[in-house]
């Protein structure tokens, strides 16, 4: 199946600070990706939809300038969490799907542990 | 709008014993489902979906589920679960105003012991 990377798959950084996740489709290009943010043992949920060349669709709640999306190539989205706070800790999933197949599924990253101290 | 429900935090199996996870969905038209596996601290992996045709549908690692379109059903099983089958399960389903977008259940936690 097609495979989707995303890094980096833990960080802790400082509150205050700024940091970028990267999801990458590796052998498909992908026109739209999506963020998952996933507390413990809880269900994903979905966050923004990352359009290439165009703006990222946040899902109600989630604050566009906090999580910036950028979706600048066919294969790479990015996440960047800004003026991070404890409560922005969690588990950050991205997933894509290859749009060129017919009703495939969506594959996902291994995830990123994010844990502002 | 589409939505998928999970009715059990947690199964707990012994090994060697049948393995089943249960999913009803909710949705206008026909249903795209998905069934995902996550191990502890990693992302989604796909098991398997069901898009049309047989009720039936084989998938990844021994697993199955069957499509019961009057019980609104979509159950994964495995006639006989092992011990590295301990993990998070997710069904899903797709939502038809957006063609990219999963709807996710809450998750059942699979427990297998040996």
């Known amino acids: 199946g097609a495979v989707v990377s995303q890094h980096p798959s833990r960080v802790i950084c400082k509150s205050g600070t700024s940091v970028k996740i990267e999801c990458r489709s590796l052998?498909?290009?992908?026109?739209?990706m999506f963020w998952y943010r996933q507390f413990p043992k809880q269900s994903l949920m979905l966050m923004a939809t990352s359009n290439e060349g165009s703006k990222a669709t946040y899902e109600q709640g989630v604050e566009k300038d906090k999580f910036l999306i950028n979706h600048a190539s066919l294969t790479l989205s990015t996440l960047t969490v800004t003026s991070a706070h404890p409560e922005d800790s969690s588990f950050y999933i991205c997933?894509?799907?290859?749009?060129?197949?017919?009703?495939?599924?969506?594959?996902f990253g291994q995830g990123t542990r994010l844990t502002v101290v | 709008a589409q939505s998928v429900a999970q009715p059990e935090d947690q199964v707990n199996v012994a090994e060697g014993n049948p393995l089943t996870v249960k999913c009803t969905y909710s949705v206008s038209g026909n249903p795209y489902l998905f069934w995902y596996v996550q191990y502890p601290n990693r992302g989604l992996q796909f098991l398997l979906k069901?898009?049309?045709?047989?009720?039936l549908v084989k998938g990844s690692y021994g697993f199955e589920a069957e499509f019961n379109k009057s019980q609104t059903s979509f159950h994964l099983k495995k006639p006989s679960a092992l011990v590295s089958d301990s993990a998070l399960y997710f069904c899903a389903v797709r939502d038809l105003s957006n063609d990219y977008k999963l709807s996710f259940g809450a998750g059942t936690t699979v427990t297998v012991r040996a």
């Open positions: 052998d498909f290009q992908a026109t739209t």
């Open positions: 997933s894509a799907r290859d749009p060129w197949r017919e009703n495939t599924e969506a594959f």
């Open positions: 069901y898009i049309t045709g047989d009720n």
